[in-house]
């Protein structure tokens, strides 16, 4: 076969490739064919070589590793020129001719059925970012919409703080494809404080550094939609090839597939062999691994296998330099002209203490009511602009040790046992209570907030809020509880 010109074969690669592939699917079996040899196509390269053009890389490798020596041989055993063939992605060849097209005497395009898939399906049809946010052509635009991507979160537009710096960090050395990564990497923390940010950022610099590499984000939100959809379809080898051909994955809120069994197993067997494959792959979540108790363990104990990495809540300095970046944003598009006074952005931060979310929403307000006249605005005037903006008056301030003696004094103990090595319940979960509420009324980070607790690590600060936040909902005494505490601290 595999020798000597074979002058009573086939030349037409069309039909080659049509008789080959049914003895090629006898062989390996419906799925592998279906899933890796389907969606491929007999091109020919701009040096006249024969080559199957698979949709994905990881097509590709799979092609070479587990048929490619076979197909050579039912190939040479039935073609008159004796050509072999030679496997490549379609991002390697790009608008190669289809053979038959090329091939004297032949005017029929090769494989019709295969060249219809190729022409309607999409190499990553979950969405991978193929352009930078700084250079976005038409057809970026439209790429980056399907992707999910926001052209405005960069690493270029995000403020660091003594909250994130350490993440902020950790995410432009996943950016950079450096070597001796942790993987995967997981970024947990309150809601609006900036993960989106970081993963948006990470896949815009990451394609950015590497345009041909295959940048895969995806809410969990969608991961969840398109794999339903898939299993309607019967088209699950197609959806698990969309995300195991990438080279970097990126799911954000990912607390969202607990509960749902099915799309659990299937994240995990993409976890699995994208790290086998040494791929990078990064979280989001509103809490640590560990503490996603929704979620089926085995795959918490994959996610909590590489690096997590907390993004806290933003310190006072913090918003204030978010707000004026915010502004700045907004003048560079005519929405405001001038600088607001420093007096009215402390009030602004000071009176919306929630998330840099509902921080960016009251800024957006005060711009689009003052316009032009912002550098001019009062105090007083910014209050009536902005309305409901902002929480009803200026907040006391907090303490740690304000909420460390409430506390003590409400379960009838020492505010020196919350300080304490004592782990009985009675103290451990008033100690548990009062580090959730430093967590919610102050601006103290993970790490503060355990020092003042005597020397605690982040982690346990961060477990004792989870507890309480997961308890709450479940029993009435520690709501009852919590909501006594709250109202005393307010005054």
């Not at 996603?292 to 590489?306: C, F, I, K, N, Y």
Request: proline share 4%.
């Amino acid at each position: 076969m595999a020798g000597g010109t074979n002058t009573s074969g086939l030349t037409d690669p069309d039909r080659i490739w049509s008789e080959a592939s049914v003895r090629l699917r006898a062989e390996i079996g419906d799925g592998p064919f279906s899933s890796y040899i389907a969606p491929s196509a007999v091109r020919l390269d701009n040096a006249g070589h024969l080559i199957l053009v698979t949709p994905t890389a990881y097509a590709r490798d799979w092609v070479r590793k587990n048929a490619l020596r076979r197909m050579n041989e039912l190939w040479l055993g039935l073609d008159g020129l004796s050509r072999r063939l030679e496997v490549r992605c379609r991002a390697e060849v790009g608008s190669a001719p289809p053979a038959s097209a090329v091939m004297p005497g032949n005017v029929v395009d090769a494989t019709p059925r295969l060249a219809a898939f190729a022409s309607t399906s999409q190499t990553a049809p979950i969405g991978a970012a193929h352009v930078s946010a700084a250079h976005v052509s038409a057809d970026g635009a439209r790429a980056v919409r399907a992707a999910g991507l926001q052209d405005r979160l960069t690493f270029d537009s995000f403020i660091e703080g003594q909250g994130n710096a350490f993440a902020l960090a950790i995410a432009k050395q996943v950016a950079s494809w450096a070597d001796g990564h942790f993987n995967p990497v997981f970024f947990c923390g309150p809601y609006g404080y900036g993960k989106t940010h970081l993963l948006n950022a990470i896949a815009w610099e990451a394609q950015r550094l590497r345009p041909e590499a295959k940048v895969v984000y995806l809410t969990a939100e969608r991961f969840l939609s398109t794999f339903v959809k898939a299993m309607q379809d019967r088209s699950t080898a197609a959806f698990k090839e969309s995300l195991r051909s990438a080279d970097m994955l990126l799911l954000d809120d990912v607390q969202f597939v607990g509960g749902k069994t099915s799309t659990q197993e299937e994240l995990l067997s993409t976890l699995t062999a994208l790290i086998e494959d040494g791929k990078r792959i990064v979280f989001s979540a509103d809490r640590a691994p560990m503490a996603l108790t929704e979620v089926e363990p085995r795959l918490r104990s994959h996610l909590a296998a590489g690096l997590t990495c907390p993004v806290e809540a933003g310190d006072r300095e913090l918003k204030i330099a978010v707000a004026q970046n915010r502004l700045k944003a907004l003048s560079a598009l005519g929405v405001v002209q001038g600088e607001a006074a420093p007096e009215v952005l402390a009030q602004l931060v000071d009176r919306t203490p929630g998330s840099m979310r509902e921080l960016e929403g009251a800024v957006n307000t005060l711009a689009a009511a003052a316009g032009a006249r912002l550098a001019s605005v009062s105090v007083d005037e910014a209050s009536v602009l902005l309305g409901a903006a902002l929480r009803g008056g200026p907040e006391r301030r907090i303490t740690v040790d304000e909420i460390q003696k409430t506390v003590a004094d409400h379960f009838n103990m020492k505010q020196a046992d919350l300080l304490s090595e004592r782990r009985t319940r009675s103290v451990a979960r008033p100690r548990q209570i009062a580090m959730y509420l430093c967590k919610q009324h102050t601006t103290r980070s993970y790490p503060d907030i355990g020092r003042r607790f005597g020397g605690r690590d982040h982690t346990t600060v961060l477990h004792g809020v989870r507890k309480i936040e997961e308890l709450m909902p479940q029993d009435d005494q520690i709501a009852r509880d919590v909501e006594a505490l709250t109202r005393k601290l307010r005054g």
